[in-house]
């Protein structure tokens, strides 16, 4: 296959940032037992994707069963950013992304589809200067099948011809909804159903039969 569109997921696709976000969540709940530090770090492992408005919203009101507003879930959505935003942009790349990104550049048009807020996600591509690689970059509050149809409708290119990268159900469930063909990365909180198009990193050998 040669996309023409290929779409990435950012943490755990591009970046090795996943454990980054995922010692800010427990981060935000030291106050609390060890049982709901270790049931928030579970949810967001088993959840990548998801945005973390979502998220807080969740270990309030069904961990901690208490009542949550807005104004206190951006609170505490804005303390998760100044933990997480400078390792991020200063995290390892996952082994080999930044060639593919080079190479496939030339090929198709690239874009970022992420759960982290999209103002923050256009700070972080920016920062690493790997913003020329893309030809957009999308994030929350709006959802992954909804930015993969949004890059569909703006680009005028057929969903077989597209392609997503991700780490999580999240992404492959967008994907299935989209029509994408998918491609998973590996890592150790993600099961992927048999049959799931799978590599270790964008080193892996797998990729040459695709003729990207």
Known sequence: MKPKIIIYDFDGVVCDSVNVKTNAFVELYKDY?????????????????????????????????????EEDINRMASHFALLVKEKVIKSEYITGVLEFLEINHKKALQFICTGTPEFEIVEIIERRQIGHLFSGIFGSPKTKETIIKEIINITGVDSSECLFFGDAMTDLNASLNCKVPFIGINNADTVFPAGTFIIDDFNDTKLNNLEL
């Open 33 to 69: 037992s060890l049982d709901i530090q270790n049931q928030v770090r579970l949810y967001h492992l088993m959840n990548g994707g998801i945005s973390r408005f979502e998220k807080i919203r969740y270990f309030q009101e069904e961990l901690l069963n208490t009542p949550s507003n």
